[in-house]
Each structure stands twice: as structure tokens, then as C-alpha cells.
């Protein structure tokens, strides 16, 4: 569905994307994740044909981008950055307005009419009056540009943050929304910074960190087990002493125990009659294999950066040799060594929490 | 795309508060020289306004003088800048393009809209100032003035009443054509940028400047290519005989104008990044 190779964007100085291939095939549910700056925006716009790219190739159901933008956009929805709308008019008469300014915009007025409260509709604004969205909440706003991308029946939607401002339950909405959508086969490729947004939505990921798309892969991948099962036991001591040496680390009650077979182990406890809270297999979390694949985010800019990797120019080098330590790491994707190496437990229990989310 | 944009320029306030404002600077001087019948004398004060007092039906002409120099070339500016620029200003841009409308027909439904901004705009201030000028002038030749059936053109002939319309017609196409000059420029900065105050501003500095130069000596060997050198030519169409060579000159250097400005603003905007 989208398939880019080596695309490049620079602006100036600052290499906003470097070198990505990305492949979105048909009915995936990609979400894209990466720190404030690191180019999913201007990837987004690329594909949609509002950014030229410097180098590389697009292509988007098979026709190359931007060459055919217009006939691909036909059967594209697309929410880019935020909504946008003419303040001065209600949100009925901005999705007419869009809906008669393009391709597919003609029919009955009451065709029209119908496509338009249709969208509204989905996009759960169906009960908006006629007041001009200067007056919309900001959840109103988002709504409503989800609204405009849903306009025309499209087979991909393109979404850049597209719970942006929503409370959680429009969030839910919105993801029930996507998921029928999905099941009548539309694609979605979505950029976020919710990671339980991606999580729960999602049935592929990629990863962007300054530029570079460090991971890309299979959702279930990513939720492998790391070959670890986690036990709550109040008879901690004795298990410790019956495993002997196969708990990796230990936080009070709660065992971390190198084993792929979570059955076996509780049956052993068990048989040994240990008592047992909740055991379960340890899985990789979207989290920790976010957080390990990037970098702080680009945007923040300390007065003493410790890596000055953003500008690029003749410091090609200062990213090159960043690179060379995030990459490996994250595409091997075994789910073998994530932050559970020994040198870095207390990770293994406290769900990292650097600041992603900022 | 082109009805929508014509939509948008119809449904926008603003649209309607400058042709007011526009319309407006005519009828209160109209109502100041009724109520007085002060009227400058011949050769001082804005052009024609001598010569109205005598006849409503040459208010037009007078109107015209009166908001060519500022008025009407700032709300064209500001109409003309707010095209691609407010659209981005707005957020609306990406979306317009996403949806899609090729970059180049939407710059062709702006600059068709502009148009018919810039037509309107003239025409309501020639109709409602003839309105104003009949009202309450009259079209009876005022004795002391003329008399005789005709109006004095400013080469001293009397011109008949079809004259006089037909006149201002030419008056309304030559002053709107010039208009659309300002409206290019402004169109094209508004390619430029993402703010629509930037465009119109930037197309007025221009204006400014041009205006400035066109009455300084020194800059007399730039002169005849200045956007605003020939804007009062029109004048001529009230001689008798229509005096044609400024006209022409000034009908032909818009010309040049609007296309090289039309063609650079879609050589902009049909390459550019949409970043907005
Ligand atoms: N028009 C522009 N001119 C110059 N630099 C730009 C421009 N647009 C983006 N950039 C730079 O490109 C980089 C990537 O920006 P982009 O908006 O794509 O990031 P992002 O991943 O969408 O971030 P966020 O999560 O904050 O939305 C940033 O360093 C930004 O400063
Ligand atoms: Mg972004």
C-alpha cells in the first residue's frame, strides 16, 4: 500500500528523514511511533505529496508519488497535523465546502448532503448545530478533521495523531471506529505518541528516531515473551531456595524466573506447595522496545546537548556512529535482551519511564 | 472548485465590509459637497470633483479618482494575500490539496475569485456613486457650469450622456485591469508565505514604493515600468478625443505584469513544500 525506499527529506541543515524504507501492505493497521521530531510528520507529508523528498522513491497502491499524487489522493483520507477548518463557518458547511472543492464532490444536493452528515456521523458529530468552529472544543475540532478524512469512502487512511485533544472515551470511539473501518478493508497507517494507542489498535509497528526508521515490525513480534515468567508468591524465600539460581531478580514477592514455560513452573510450585498469587509468561512491552530503539526526543534542546546528532552537515559522523549503537539492538527483535539484562534489572520491573511522553 | 471558491469569497464578511467601506468614502463626499455645494475649483482637489456639481451621472468618474490611490488598491492587497496564504493560515490548505484539488487549479480558482473581487469592487463603486450623483446632483447641466445638453470633458468638448456611460465603462475595465495588477503581486507573495498580512503588506510596499517613484525625477528612467505608472491614464478616456497612447502603454505593461507575476506564483507554488 505504501512503500518507500531510501526516501531522504532534508530542510537546509536538518535531515528531518534519512534513508527510510517503509512498507505498509494492504490492510495492516501500521502504527508509527518516534520521539517529538523525529520525522513522522514530514514522512507523512511525503507520502501524501504536500513535501517534496530530496531523494528517494514513493510509491502508494502501486503508483508513484508525488508523479500521480492527485489520482491517488482520490482514494486517500487523510487527517495531517491537526485539523484545520474556516473558523467562520460551522463544521457542516467546512465539510461541503471540502466535499464540493474535489473529485467525487458532485451528485444531488441531497447526495451531498447525505455524504456529508455521513461523515459527521462517524466522526460522532452527528448532533452538531450551526455554530462556527471558532467555538468548537478542541475534541470537537479533531472530530471534525477525522470527519473530512472519512469523507470520500477512502481504501487508506493516513492519520497523524488522530486522538490528538480527545478524552478517553472518544479515544476508545475512535479506535472501534478504525478497527470496523479495518475489517471492511481499509488501511490504516497512523502516527502516534500513544503507546497503548498503538498497542491496542495496531497490528504492525515501525519506530522513527531522528530520521531513521530503526524498527519495523509485526505487532505480535514485538509483544514476544522474553523467555521469562513472572510469579507473586508469598513463599518468595522458598521458591528462591527451591529454583536455586533461576530467578533473575527479586522485588519482595514477585519473582522474575528464566523459564519459557510459565504451566511447568507453576505446576512444580505447586507440587512443592508453595502458594501462588499470579504467574504469568513475560512479554515484551511496545514500551521498552520503543524506548530502547530511540533516543531522547530531537526537539529537546538542552543548552548542552549531549548528543548533538540533529544537525547533520558535516557532523554526519556524530549520527553514523549513534546509529551503529541503537540499531543493531533494535532490529535483531528476538526478544532475547531487552532491558532484562542483569546489568539493568530494576527495568525489568519498573516499566522504564524516561521521558517518551513528555 | 472555482463556484466554491466564489462561495468562500461571497460567505466571508469581510468580503462585504470593504466594498462598504469602498462605497462609502464616495457618498459621504458626495453628501459634504451637496449640502455645501463647495465644489474645488477646476484643477485642485481630486480629479472631476470640479466638474460634478453639474452633473450627477459624471460621479463615477470622480468616485473612482477617490479610492484609486489607497482604498481600493489595499482591499485588493488584502484579498489578493489572503488566497494561498490564509488558506495555510487557516490549516485549510493541505487539506484542500489532500483532497484532492491539483495545486494548479487551486491557484486558478483563487486567482478567478480574485477576479471577481477586484470587478465587483469597481463596479459597486461606480454603480452606487452614479446612484449617489444622480441623487443628489442631478443630471441637469448646471448653467453656470456648462450650458449647453453636454458635460465638459477635461479637454473642454461637451460629451453627451451614452458618452459619458460609455466612458466610464472603459474607466471601470481599464481601473479593474490595473487592480488585478496589485491583486498578482499580492497573489504571488501570498505563495510565499504563511501569513496573509505579510502578503498584503508586502504587495502594498511595493505599491508604495512604485507610487513614490513615479512622481520623483531622478527616477524617471524607471518610470515607464512601474506597476502604478500609468493607473491614472484612464483620465484620458475622458478627453475628446479619447487620448489612447498611455492608455494602451498602461493596458500592455499590466499585461506583462499579471502574466509574469501569475506564472512565477505558479512556479512557486506548484514546487513548493507545504509545511503549513
Ligand atoms: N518546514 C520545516 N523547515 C525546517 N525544518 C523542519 C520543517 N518541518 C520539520 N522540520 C524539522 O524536521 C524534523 C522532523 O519534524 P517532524 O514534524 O516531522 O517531527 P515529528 O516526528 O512529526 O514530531 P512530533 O512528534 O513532535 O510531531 C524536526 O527536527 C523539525 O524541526
Ligand atoms: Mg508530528
Redesign the interface.
Known sequence: MIVTRALTKRFGRITAVHEVDLNVREGDRYGLLGPNGSGKTTLV?MI?????ATSGEIEVMGQPIPRR??EV??E?G?L?E????????SGR?NLT??D????GGGGSRKARRLRVEEALTRAGLSGVDDRPVKTYSLGMRQRLGLA?ALLHQPRLLVLDEPTNGLDPQGIREIRDLLEELNANGTTIFLCSHLLSEVEQLCTRVGVMDRGHLVLEEEMSQVRSPTGRVVVHTPDADRAVALLDGGVEHRDGARLLVRTADAAELNARLVREGLRIDEIHVQRRSLEDVVLEATGPGSDRLDAEPAEPAELDGPGVHVDGVRKVETRPSASTGTGTGTSLSPGSEPDAWQGTSREFLE | MIVTELAKLVRRPRTWVSLALLCGLPAIVAIFLGVTEVAPPPGEGPTFLSAVLSNGSLYPAAALAMVLPLFLPVSVAVVGGDSIAGEAGSGMLRYLLLRPVGRTRLLVAKLIALTAYVMLAVVAVAATSYAIGVAIFGTEPASALAGSELITSVSGTGLSDVQVALRITYTVLYIGFSMLGVGALALFLSTFTDSPLAAALGALAALVTSQVLVTLDAAASVQPYLLTRYWLAWVDFFRDPILWRDIERGLALQAVYVGVLLAASWANFATRDVTS
Open positions: 507529508r501524501l505529496g504536500l513535501v517534496y499524487t492527485n489522493l482520490r486517500v487523510a495531517v491537526g485539523p484545520g477548518a474556516y473558523a467562520h463557518l458547511a465546502f471540502l464540493a472543492s474535489g473529485p473530512a
